[in-house]
Nanobody, 124 residues
């Protein structure tokens, strides 16, 4: 079983930055595939970014060049650095994990473990 806890959300002005963190309780973190998803009010939960155990990454087109995903296998941590934030980035951001972490996975249903989410609000 993998337990995930997100932190780092908050209120930020357009153009600002936030860094989300995901702490994982797992003896096999360095083999997990990890990802960030987000869900805005009234919308489906959507893929934002993913990272394999080896560091291969993938991004939603609308966040490319603004968001950076990373992981620290020694600390069982994953991060999402979000820069140049826009109103449309407002959502609850979820950390997700899957046991097969060799390839990048963008499909929500492929992730087995989820955190409780952290709210990101971009507002002036």
């Amino acid at each position: 079983q993998v337990q995930l806890v997100e932190s780092g959300g908050g209120l930020v002005q357009p153009g600002g930055s936030l860094r989300l963190s995901c702490s994982a309780t797992s003896a096999t973190f360095n083999s997990l595939g990890m990802a960030w998803f987000r869900q805005a009010p009234g919308k489906e939960r959507e893929f934002v970014s993913a990272i394999t155990w080896g560091g291969k990454t993938s991004y939603l087109d609308s966040v490319k060049g603004r968001f950076t995903i990373s992981r620290d296998n020694g600390k069982n941590m994953m991060y999402l650095q979000m820069n140049s934030l826009k109103f449309e980035d407002t959502a609850v951001y979820y950390c997700a994990a899957r046991r097969y972490g060799l390839v990048v996975e963008t499909v929500r249903e492929e992730y087995e473990f989820w955190g409780q989410g952290t709210q990101v609000t971009v507002s002036s």
